[in-house]
């Protein structure tokens, strides 16, 4: 580290005149200042000296192992054209270890090989310790060095910061200085740093985001760990550098990469490593060890990863750093309030303010959207953290977390799908539907993890709370995929008969809609079996139905209605109107594909009344796009398509993808019927589009196969 009194770079020859005027005009900057030295107060003019370097060249050398940045250099030259001859003010910002310095040097040095002449007169170099065991640097002792490496003699210098700033800006103005100013802790450290005016670049670099530098008019830019493709080869062209003729074991390379998480310190902590003979091969076997992967990284004293990560958690207030160790317990992907009030504790205000301070100093990762995520080794390191200091075990507290999640997802189930008869009843967690429902598209990964987590620690309740409330993202989004990794979760604890019947029922439907029909019909047939010992005939008949809803998705509407029409026949001697309802529906469906519209009619208007009266909004929607669908009569048609272009608004309005493709599917065949090329075109691919996005094969397939039989447009 350097000390603030000690000039950093090349510093300038002071000369040895006792003349408080300095004789030549290189700079040709004439000061006029009052400067107080011991008792002596007095006016001086001080004229920057010939004896100052022709070129100050302050900051480090660039090191040869550099791999693409392109993107965020292209940024820091887009913000000095538009600079406009001004002070461009740039703050990179990122986790420890992440490459800033190493990025603003490569910068700073590319200004002085060209860029119109922007950093002409040198350039200026401090690292302001921000991160680092050391005292963090003082604006004045960083001015002093600054001003002595311009050639004003100590003597010269005024005592206190605001002379000095004053000095700084006067002898900087109309000049063009690159200045890095490394490892800032706070704007106001910065900008007490600012030169006068004139074609400057200022770049700082930071592990918090130094938001106040907008005042300035600074920009920021977040530099975030390389992708495994640089990553890997940074770190070959270091193995090589060590060994040009040592073997490139590429695979090995790559996956050790991705251990060290595309974070430039560790990488280069593995590549000195590989210099002391270690090979690829066995740091990725070392680095694999997960317990262990912190303190390999951290063997090499100038490329310690712990050590790094360790200044940015000591430089955190109490209550984040605490935030920090708990979040670090978290086994799944994203950290969310939802997440932070689990394991940290708060209201969701506190919560959102503590995962902002902590992306804020780069020890998170904003995802947006109320999403945050740890780096790999920060996550490491958090836990690492936690088991050092807080006295609550892990597993208490993922136990926790996972029935926290429980509860909120059967609480969003309950919002999606109050007509279901164990819904009924009970305080809201969630205002609305829609909230409900922007909480599970948010907590989609989280749910999935910990209710696998829970499976795996015999939380039985938590992981198959988790995987039914899950379940209105398949009915509104189509996610099977993410439906059968909490089912199969929650299927392998289970043990009591009516919850397992329940959930391989539903791991049936999801089965079927991902083409997997052998495992689909043996899922179902399992079901069915428990429901018939268990003597619930109506549970049984719902089993029935989904066959039925799976010919159906597969385009086979003839079996579909065989099906159905024997779930419809128990469920009217059941009494469930609900379960009565998608049935109506489904045959209805079924009906259309077949051209029986004019028997379809009577079937679904008894299902919209149905599923309207059971609450059951989504289904009683896409009841009404099936109604305006069977629409056969010419002078219908209007009226049809004004329906389902509300059904449609409705549908995006809900969220809810299934109602919306069935909407925009139904608009084509309509356009198609009247002779509207054109709009068949445009309403068949935007439904090909959100079919694609569930996931529906099949259904794609039939709406491209409409779209090949249209006629051509009259324009083509």
């Known amino acids: ?156 210098i005024p005592p206190g910061l605001p002379a000095r700033a004053s000095w700084w800006r006067s002898i900087s103005a109309g000049k063009s200085f690159g200045i890095l100013l490394d490892n800032a802790v706070s704007a106001a450290q910065v900008r007490s740093l600012l030169p006068g005016e004139g074609a400057h670049v200022v770049v700082a670099t930071a592990r918090d985001r130094l938001a106040g530098l907008t005042l300035d008019g600074g920009r920021l830019l977040r530099v975030d760990p390389l992708d495994n493709t640089d990553a890997t080869k940074l770190l070959l062209d270091l193995t090589r550098a060590a060994d040009a003729d040592a073997e490139t074991d590429e695979a090995s390379a790559s996956r050790v990469a991705e251990l060290c998480g595309g974070l430039p310190i560790a990488v280069n902590a593995v590549g000195v490593h590989t210099a002391e003979g270690l090979t690829l091969a066995d740091a990725e076997t070392e680095l694999s060890r997960l317990r262990d992967r912190l303190s390999v990284l951290s ?96 597993t208490d507290a993922l136990r926790h977390l996972a029935e926290e999640f429980a509860r909120d997802a059967r609480a969003a189930d309950r919002a999606l799908r109050p007509y279901v008869r164990a819904n009924r009843g009970g305080q809201g967690r969630f205002a609305d539907s829609q909230e409900a429902l922007l909480w599970l598209d948010r907590e989609r990964e989280n749910l999935i993890a910990i209710g696998e987590y829970a499976a795996g620690a015999g939380l039985a309740s938590c992981a198959t709370a988790i995987a039914e409330g899950f379940w209105p993202l398949y009915l509104r989004r189509r996610d099977a995929s993410g439906w059968l990794r909490a089912g199969d979760a929650a299927l392998r604890v289970a043990t009591d008969k009516r919850l397992r019947a329940r959930l391989l029922s539903k791991q049936g439907l999801t089965l079927g809609f991902l083409g997997l029909e052998e495992k689909a019909q043996e899922a179902l047939t399992r079901s069915a079996a428990l429901w018939e010992e268990l003597e619930e005939p109506e549970k049984v008949a719902q089993v029935r139905q989904r066959r039925g809803l799976l010919a159906l998705g597969a385009e086979r509407p003839e079996e579909a209605l065989g099906h159905l029409r024997a779930a419809r026949a128990l469920q009217e001697r059941a009494e469930v109107r609900n379960d009565l309802g998608v049935t109506l529906l489904a045959m209805g469906r079924a009906l259309n594909r077949l051209g029986g519209e004019a028997e ?89 589009e959100a079919l694609y996005e569930m996931g529906a094969e099949e259904t794609i397939a039939s709406v491209r196969e409409r779209m090949s039989a249209l006629p051509p447009a009259p324009d083509e």
């Open 1 to 156: 580290m350097h000390r603030p009194e000690e000039p950093q770079g090349n510093p300038p020859d002071q000369g040895t005149s006792t003349s408080n005027r300095v004789s030549g005009d290189r700079f040709g900057t004439v000061i006029q200042v009052g400067a107080v030295h011991g008792d002596v107060q007095s006016t001086q003019l001080i004229q920057n000296s010939g004896t100052i370097p022709q070129m100050v060249r302050q900051v480090p050398p660039v090191t040869p192992h550099f791999v693409n940045r392109g993107p965020i250099l292209d940024a820091m030259r887009e913000i000095i054209s538009q600079a406009g001859g001004r002070t461009a003010l740039i703050c990179l910002y990122g986790m420890g270890g992440v490459g800033k310095s190493g990025l603003a040097s490569r910068f700073l040095y590319e200004l002085q090989t060209g860029n119109g002449g922007a950093g002409r007169d040198g350039n200026l170099f401090y690292d302001l310790r921000g991160f680092s065991p050391d005292k963090t640097a003082g604006p004045s002792d960083v001015l002093e060095v600054f001003l002595r490496s311009l050639g004003v003699p100590p003597a010269a």
């Open 299 to 394: 063997d090499a004293e100038e490329e310690s990863v712990q050590a790094a990560f360790d200044f940015s958690y000591d430089a955190l207030p109490p209550d984040a750093a605490r935030a920090y160790r708990r979040l670090g317990r978290h086994v799944g992907p994203d950290v969310t309030v939802s997440v932070a009030r689990a394991l940290v504790g708060g209201d969701e205000r506190e919560c959102a303010r503590l995962l902002r301070s902590l992306a804020s100093a780069s020890m998170l990762t904003d995802l947006r959207g109320g999403r945050y995520r740890f780096h790999d080794l920060l996550a490491l390191h958090a836990q690492g953290k936690a088991a050092e200091q807080e006295a609550e075990s892990r």
């Open 600 to 688: 379809a009619v009577p079937l679904l208007r008894r299902a919209h009344g149905l599923l309207e009266a059971g609450e059951n909004i989504d289904h009683a929607l896409r009841a009404r796009i099936a109604l305006a669908r069977a629409a056969t009569d010419e002078d219908d048609l209007p009226e049809a398509r004004a329906a389902l272009d509300e059904a449609l608004a409705e549908a995006s309005e809900r969220g809810s993808e299934t109602a919306r493709a069935e909407a925009l599917e139904a608009l084509g065949d309509l356009a198609a019927r009247a002779g509207d090329t054109e709009r068949a075109v445009e309403h068949y691919s935007a439904a090909v």
